[in-house]
Structure formats: C-alpha cells, structure tokens
C-alpha cells in the first residue's frame, strides 16, 4: 500500500503520540501567557530566569550595535568574531579546562563531536537514557553503540571488558533531562582509566546549576577534570542559545578539524555570543550563588509535596521532577487538565522516553514564588485524584 502523509500522521494520531506546539506569548518568565490563558510555567529549562535577565539582554543589545546582526559565515571561513574567542576561553575558564569550542546547539554539538572521536571499528557505550541527540551522534558516526542498562556502572564494567576493540568512548548526560537524576560520574571515572577509554558527559541541564560554582555535574561528583569532553548548552540555565564542549587544546584542535556540524554551519551571531557571555560571568559570581539558593529551595519543596502526596517520582534531587503516569494518552489529558487550570507542564512520550513510561515533566525555576509552586501542586494533587493518577 502507498504509505501517504495522512496515513502516517493518522497512525501517529491513533496511538496518542501526535505532539503539537503550544504557543508563549511575552517573556520566558514565571507567569506566562500560553494559548491565550496566563498560567504558571512549569516546564521551562530557563531554570536561573536568565533569559529574562536584564544583564543578559542589554549585553545582547550592545553586541548588535557593535557587531551587527550575524557573524556571516561558518567559524573556518570569516565567521569567527572576537566574541567566540572571547565565550570561548570564558567557557574554558568556568570549567577549569585548557580550551573550549562553540557549537551553534546541543544537538549539534552531539552529533558534531561523538562522530569526530569514534567511528567505523570503534565503540561508543552510551546510557540507556541519554538525550536522543547522542543517540543520534553515535548512529551517525558508525561506531558500535553498546548501550547499558541506566547509571549501571557495574554493567558498563562488563561491556566494557566484553567489548575491546578500537577507540572507546562512555558517554551519558550529567543530569538525565527526562528523569532529573545526576550520573554516576566518580564511577565512569573510574572505569574509564582503567579501560582506556574517553569520557563525555553531556550537561546541558546541570551547567549552571549543580556544585558550588555552579559548574554542574562534574563538580558535584568531585571529577571536573577527569572528564574528557565537558559538553555544555547555553539554551538552559544559562538562560542564551548553542552550545560548548571544554576540552584540552588537543582535543580541540581536533575537534575543529573533524566536527561536522562546527566546520559545515554558519557561526553563532553576536547577539547570542554576548548574552552567552554575560550568563558565564553571572552564574559565577555572588548573584549566580544566591538564584542557585533558591533554585534548590523551590526543588526541595516541589520534590518532597508532591512525593508525600504519593505521585511516583523517579529517584533524583535535581530540578527536573517527573512524575510517572504510564500511557501517553493519559498523560496527555493530565497535562491539558492541568493547562485548564492554570498551569503549564508538558507531557512526555515515547520516543522522547520508554513506552510505558510517558510523564508530566516539572521543572523549577529560580524564578517562582513558592506560594504559587503551592498552589501547583494543590491543583497537580487534585487532577491527579480526579484523572486516576494518585
Ligand atoms: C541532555 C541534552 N543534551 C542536548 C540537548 C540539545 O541541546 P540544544 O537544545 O541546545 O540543541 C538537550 C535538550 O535540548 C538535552 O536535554
């Protein structure tokens, strides 16, 4: 049978998995207006409000008028400007690492970096859980992707001796964007010295906001400078856009030579660069401590509430709660219940997670008042009694 669009999109629609985008209007603040109703924003990673930071935006303001509006060409060609140089030892700086590159995303740093370090004959040992664009990475580079069972170092142990050939490179998020659990990264540490191999931690939700510095994962665990590739996002905490693997000049250099997605795009723009930059300074200085403060002070009471009031949440301490409902249908309709009244907290589905496992994912932001994260669950407590969920 020819296999139409509709057909495809009927099919998708017919096991509740037909994803459709709800639109902000203003600010990505606490209260927001979602489809034309103001509610309390509930899924954002815009976790220290630095995307609606003045510090951020006049920077973002200032670099246009000095620089312009684009940097007019890929990074190899004539679009470094003096503000990747600058971002980028600013990056390497706030890691404690030798060098630093820029990548224009996440997702393309991913699947610029994994391919640049492994390929055919080589094997990349990924988490069960990781973000799909390391999934993505891997599949595009060749390598044999071994994945293992989630933050089970012990299986990892195994596989690793099983498989020995080639390059090999571990690697998982630092704090897991669907579960909002922290990897075990003393242990990979550990495991990748004694078996020869990289290690990558992807930390798009902890930079910023994990350890003291807010250096994220790795400075939780103690192991900033163990890990080989340090790979960070500026869309998430740091309240801008792209991305940054820290990296030794080595790796660096290599990284410029091999990277797709660096070498083959046009660069980040000024505007971005400078609201990247003036995020770095401010997560590390006294002002980033004290939003982090409150950050964990939100987490801990959204956490423990809607944990006492008996939702299963996943094991975690971080400011990504989820809690399990099980079919993407019926987290669909807790999500649109809870829009009703009010507030704004996405469903998630497979193939963003395992089937069976589809979830309301809460994030905090330093930027909600504690009041309103009470109400929240209130009202979470009483559509979840009404739908069947608690
Ligand atoms: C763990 C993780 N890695 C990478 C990405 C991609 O980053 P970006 O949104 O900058 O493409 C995301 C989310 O978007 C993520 O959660």
Do not use: W
């Amino acid at each position: 049978m020819n296999r139409t669009i509709q057909n495809e999109l009927d099919d998708i629609k017919s096991r509740g998995l037909l994803r459709r985008t709800r639109l902000i209007s203003g600010r990505q603040s606490a209260h927001v207006r979602c489809n034309d109703r103001d509610v309390l924003l509930l899924c954002s990673n815009n976790y220290l409000g630095l995307a609606d930071h003045p510090a951020l935006a006049a920077a973002s303001a200032a670099a246009i008028g000095l620089y312009g509006t684009s940097s007019g060409a890929s990074r190899l060609v004539s679009g470094t400007m003096e503000l990747h140089e600058q971002l980028e030892r600013a990056v390497a700086a706030f890691k404690g690492r030798e060098a630093a590159l820029l990548f224009n995303s996440g997702h393309a740093a991913n699947t610029g970096i994994i391919p640049a370090l492994v390929g055919r004959g080589d094997v990349a040992f990924s988490d069960r859980l990781n973000h799909a664009s390391i999934v993505d990475g891997i599949l595009l580079s060749g390598a044999r992707l071994v994945r293992y069972p989630h933050n089970d170092f012990n299986a990892l142990a195994l596989l690793m001796a099983k498989h020995t050939g080639g390059r090999r490179l571990v690697v998982t998020d630092g704090v897991f964007s669907m579960d909002g659990d922290v990897a075990p990264l003393a242990e990979l540490v550990e495991l990748k010295r004694k078996h020869g191999a990289l290690l990558m931690v992807d930390d798009a939700h902890g930079s910023g906001v994990l350890g003291e510095k807010g250096r994220g994962s790795a400075e939780l665990c103690g192991v900033d400078r163990e890990v080989d590739i340090l790979m960070g996002t500026f869309g998430k905490a740091l309240g801008s856009f792209g991305a940054y693997a820290a990296v030794s000049a080595e790796l660096r250099e290599l990284l410029i030579n091999r990277a797709r997605s660096f070498i083959f795009s046009t660069s980040l723009p000024p505007s971005v660069l400078a609201a990247s930059l003036a995020a770095v300074q401010l997560v590390q200085a006294s002002e980033g401590a004290e939003l982090r403060e409150v950050l964990y002070a939100n987490t801990r009471f959204f956490r423990n509430a809607l944990a006492d009031a008996g939702f299963q949440i996943p094991a975690g301490t971080t400011q990504i709660v989820p809690i399990l409902v099980g079919s993407a249908e019926a987290t669909m309709q807790f999500s649109d219940a809870l829009l009703e009244e009010g507030y704004f907290a996405q469903g998630i589905r497979p193939p963003t997670v395992p089937v069976g496992t589809s979830r309301l994912r809460f994030t905090l932001m330093a930027t909600h008042a504690q009041a309103d994260l009470a109400g929240a669950v209130a009202c979470i407590c009483r559509v979840g009694r009404r739908l069947g969920v608690l």
